[in-house]
């Protein structure tokens, strides 16, 4: 039983769902969404206040602007993607604090959220002021 309950705990502390983005962003926490995509994704559509910084192109030099104090939240296209992985992973390796967002942009979009980029969506909820 505490290695299941230490399994969730380790779990929940490598993840989150848009909906902790959401409210995280909210409540105004130290959090910076990454768009681990490759750039002519994150102009068609990113989440709100989002960075852009593909998972190819992190290394120190590309990173080193980037306040370590923070929580950085990687996210891509959904499930059918691994950049957020790649980039949560070489994020973590760099020394940030780091985060994978469940279901990328398109959960993000399912659950209600807007969307900011040439195809943006106004989303059913009020966006982030992030």
């Not at 909210?26 to 681990?36: C, H, L, P, S, T």
């Not at 192109?57 to 950085?72: G, N």
């Amino acid at each position: 039983m505490k290695e299941q309950i230490q399994f969730y705990k380790n779990k929940l502390s490598f993840e989150m769902d848009p909906s902790d983005l959401f409210e995280a962003f909210e409540n105004k926490e130290d959090i910076v969404a990454i768009d681990a995509r490759q750039d002519f994704g994150y102009k068609k559509e990113h989440i709100p206040g989002a960075i852009n910084l593909p998972h190819r192109d992190m290394t120190l030099e590309s990173t080193a602007h980037l306040d370590k104090s923070k929580t950085y939240v990687c996210y891509c296209d959904g499930i059918g993607c691994n950049a957020s992985t790649k980039g949560a992973l070489k994020m973590s390796e760099l020394g940030f604090s780091v985060k994978e967002l469940m279901g990328g942009i398109e959960w993000w979009k399912f659950d209600g959220y807007a969307t900011e980029g040439d195809n943006a969506t106004a989303g059913s909820l009020i966006q982030c002021a992030c």
